[in-house]
């Protein structure tokens, strides 16, 4: 899984900020982080999500590198992007319009830097979920439907309408207690917004400060009466 190249770019402020993580073969795999090391961690993340999703569907996964037309667009065509064609050799590929000034230098070896630790961070995705698990940043079923004064019915009812999500850690569903700090109303708004994302990556969402959020967490956001900054938001970083 390593061998998969992925490409990473700077997000405006109107994004959110941070770091664009996605990867050529897979259509739909992207994630983002505050810093280009937090994107490599959450890609793999998301990265893992999406082949174990193909396997449960008994789709097809891609081979490493199939998509060549869209890893030489990339290679040659985005600005200011870092793309690395073997993550285990961390090879990487500057767009040839990248000019050489201080700033801009300063900004590739950010990158690179970073990439160096991307053999640590493919062991890390697993390890992360399961601390989640044992840190209260997820809870089981009956956790969270017990905080929140509803049935395992209603439960069910709210995730099948989109209004709630879970993670599979394990073989078994857990639920963010981070959609505990919102109301119901407000948590089945958010959830239908984020539904295009992956779970793990709805949930890094959720836990991450944001810069356009003036470096407040979402539900923080929310709570200060942002909810439609927040929408505002999550469409930006799914166009």
């Known amino acids: 899984m390593s ?12 994004e959110g900020g941070g770091f664009l993580i996605s990867y050529p073969d897979f259509s739909d795999c992207i994630s983002d982080g505050e810093t280009v090391e937090e994107a490599l961690k959450n890609g793999q993340d998301e990265l893992t999500a999406t082949i174990a999703a193909l396997k449960a569907k008994t789709l097809p996964v891609p ?19 870092v793309f690395i064609a073997n993550p285990t050799t961390s090879r990487v590929i500057t767009n040839p319009r990248f000019d050489d000034t ?18 640590g961070a493919l ?12 840190d209260g940043t997820v809870l089981t079923a009956a956790e969270f439907s017990a905080k929140r ?3 395992a019915a209603d439960l069910a009812t709210l ?6 999500f879970s993670l599979t850690i394990d073989d078994a569903r857990w639920y963010p207690t981070e959609l505990l700090k919102l109301s119901p109303d407000e948590s089945a708004v958010l959830c239908r917004a ?3 994302d992956d779970p793990a990556t709805q949930l890094i969402f959720l836990m991450r400060e944001h810069g356009a959020l003036g470096g407040q967490t979402v539900t923080a956001a929310i709570g200060t009466g942002q909810l439609a900054r927040v929408l505002q938001l999550v469409h930006a970083r799914q166009r």
């Open 3 to 14: 061998n998969y190249p992925f490409e990473i770019r700077p997000l405006t402020v109107e």
């Open 63 to 81: 081979a490493a590198n199939a998509n060549q037309a869209r890893i030489r667009d990339l290679s040659k065509d985005t600005p200011l992007t």
């Open 102 to 119: 201080h700033e801009e230098l300063a900004s590739r070896q950010e990158y690179i830097d970073a990439i160096s630790g991307f053999a």
């Open 123 to 134: 062991a890390r995705g697993h390890a992360a979920r399961q601390a989640w698990t044992q």
């Open 149 to 151: 004064g509803i049935t």
């Open 159 to 164: 995730e099948h309408r989109g209004e709630l």
């Open 194 to 196: 984020l539904a295009g």
